[in-house]
């Protein structure tokens, strides 16, 4: 024979887990009911499985709530810096932050008087050579060192595109070369 408190903790863990925006208190109380119950069911020398069960579904949704709220939060306020969006400054619009994920970052590329200005961040944990820069069809062979978490300011002289790919080549500190070719174009405003 199973307890009343041990079912009500097993219908509120299950909830816990569908309903989301309630998921957190459901899975509150289904906890503390399964853990009332399961202490009955001690006491009673009866079965345990749906207080267990009870536990279990209350903690995944307690779980679920933790993981979900914060991601509901951040797609509401506009997403994670880093992820998605569009970075717009007076004279730049880099295609999306994809490119402040890459290990080579580029936070802003502008083109005035006839060049494009670059800023480019090294976000690997090591020192890096940046070999060479092939900014839509224009290369530059800048050959800076870049200690993680510093930035080098490029100039690539050639006429405007307002759609560029990006292939960036560099070697790390035991002298392993890479070469990184952007998925998404940088975008800038050739006006």
Excluded: H
């Amino acid at each position: 024979m199973t307890n009343k408190t041990s079912k009500a903790g097993l219908i509120l863990g299950i909830l816990s887990i569908i309903v989301f925006p309630l998921s957190f208190i459901l899975g509150i109380i289904g906890l503390i009911l399964s853990l009332l119950g399961l202490e009955k069911s001690n006491k009673n020398n009866t079965r345990k499985g749906i207080a267990i069960g009870g536990l279990v579904c209350s903690a995944i949704g307690i779980f679920l709530s933790i993981l979900i709220f914060p991601l509901l939060i951040a797609t509401l306020l506009g997403g994670f810096p880093g992820i998605g969006g569009t970075i717009q400054t007076s004279n730049t619009n880099i295609n999306n932050d994809y490119w402040m994920t890459t290990d080579v970052a580029i936070p802003k590329a502008v083109y005035e008087n006839g060049a494009y200005n670059l800023i480019m961040i090294n976000q690997i944990p090591e020192t890096i050579k940046l070999s060479k820069v092939n900014f839509g069809g224009l290369i530059i062979e800048p050959n800076d060192f870049l200690t993680s978490g510093s930035e080098v300011r490029l100039t690539i002289e050639g006429p405007c595109k307002e759609s560029s790919d990006v292939i960036i080549d560099y070697t790390d500190s035991v002298g392993a070369s890479y070469s990184f070719a952007g998925n998404k174009p940088i975008r800038v405003d050739c006006n």
